[in-house]
């Protein structure tokens, strides 16, 4: 059994940076990154293979968000960057075998963090 925990979602003003962090108990493999704004289906954010060699981007995040993780402590982070009114959501993170942006792939996820960024 995988338990994940996110933290570091809060209030920011657009432009500012704000760092996830998603802590893990269990055996981890891919990890992701999803959010989900309100009225909006869950999408994908960034992803992780489980020995970080391979990162992958939601286009509307490339550049301004990097997916980072530490298997040692067993987390994963996700930096984000000149953030926009749009990045407004709660972010979950999420772990699955294959390095994926696939939603289904992934078997366990995390409560979700608030992220807000106002204007």
């Known amino acids: 059994q995988v338990q994940l925990v996110e933290s570091g979602g809060r209030l920011v003003q657009a432009g500012m940076s704000l760092r996830l962090s998603c802590a893990a108990s269990?055996?981890?493999?891919?990890m992701g990154w999803f959010r989900q704004a309100p009225g909006k289906e869950r999408e994908f954010v960034a992803c992780?293979?489980?020995?970080?060699?391979?990162?992958d981007y939601a286009d509307s995040v490339r550049g301004r968000f990097t997916i980072s993780r530490d298997n040692v402590k067993n987390t994963v982070t996700l930096q984000m960057n000149s953030l926009k009114p749009e990045d407004t959501a709660v972010y979950y993170c999420a772990t699955a075998r294959p390095t994926t942006r696939a939603l289904e792939a992934y078997d366990y996820w995390g409560q979700g963090t608030q992220v807000t960024v106002s204007s």
């Open positions: 992780i293979s489980r020995n970080g060699a391979i990162t």
């Open positions: 269990g055996r981890t493999y891919a």
